[in-house]
T-cell receptor, first 116, second 115 residues
């Protein structure tokens, strides 16, 4: 069964510093992986997704993630944190539920705080 | 503007009092689903619908009902709410169920407290 583990429920970085949010996956088949962001009082928004094309995936708002099969990881990074990046971030993996039907399994989330 | 709307956004109720949370999308999406979000557990799918009159259970369907009589609406019904259903609920929609191809759009969430 596919699953994801997010290391660190809370991460704090200084404005302008590197953002690194960790996600490791477990999957018996080649996984499709996603990062979603949830801003305060809003629903989830797709940041980026890996669907077995390029291993380095670029998303919105300057975020990117690299799929590393040898490490079973899909960590999210951003070179320079901005105050507007403060949010909760969810890693997710898709699994086939039935023919033509896929479902997302979400991690437990990482809350990112930006220190001025 | 393309969006998924939910009502109400906040709700406090008592055990056993039936309630309905509405969800509506204006993107002509066929696939809709409901999730609940709990601290330390992430999001878990409650029910989903592939199209009008086609619904099925997700991972945590106990205590919930849904209906899909119109393409744009997908209400979540709690016939007899209990305190363990206190949670943050999200509705989502997409063109199809294949999340690798179709982006899911999420509503703003409904925070429910059952006393």
């Amino acid at each position: 069964a596919q699953s994801v583990t997010q290391l660190g429920s809370h991460v704090s970085v200084s404005e302008g510093a590197l953002v690194l949010l960790r996600c490791n996956y477990s999957s018996s088949v080649p996984p499709y992986l996603f990062w979603y962001v949830q801003y305060p009082n809003q629903g989830l928004q797709l940041l980026l997704k890996y669907t077995s094309a390029a291993t380095l995936v670029k998303g919105i708002n300057g975020f990117e993630a690299e799929f590393k099969k040898s490490e079973t990881s899909f960590h999210l990074t951003k070179p320079s944190a901005h105050m507007s990046d403060a949010a909760e971030y969810f890693c997710a993996v898709s699994r086939r539920w039935s023919f033509g039907n896929e479902k997302l399994t979400f991690g437990t989330g990482t809350r990112l705080t930006i220190i001025p | 503007e393309a969006q998924v709307t939910q009502n109400p956004r906040y709700l406090i109720t008592v055990t056993g009092k039936k309630l309905t949370v509405t969800c509506s999308q204006n993107m002509n999406h066929e696939y809709m689903s409901w999730y609940r979000q709990d601290p330390g557990l992430g999001l878990r799918q409650i029910y989903y619908s592939m199209n009008v009159e086609v619904t099925d259970k997700g991972d945590v369907p106990e205590g919930y009902k849904v209906s899909r009589k119109e393409k744009r609406n997908f209400p979540l019904i709690l016939e007899s709410p209990s305190p363990n259903q206190t949670s943050l609920y999200f509705c989502a929609s997409s063109m199809g169920p294949e999340v690798t191809k179709e982006t899911q759009y999420f509503g703003p969430g409904t925070r429910l407290l059952v006393l």
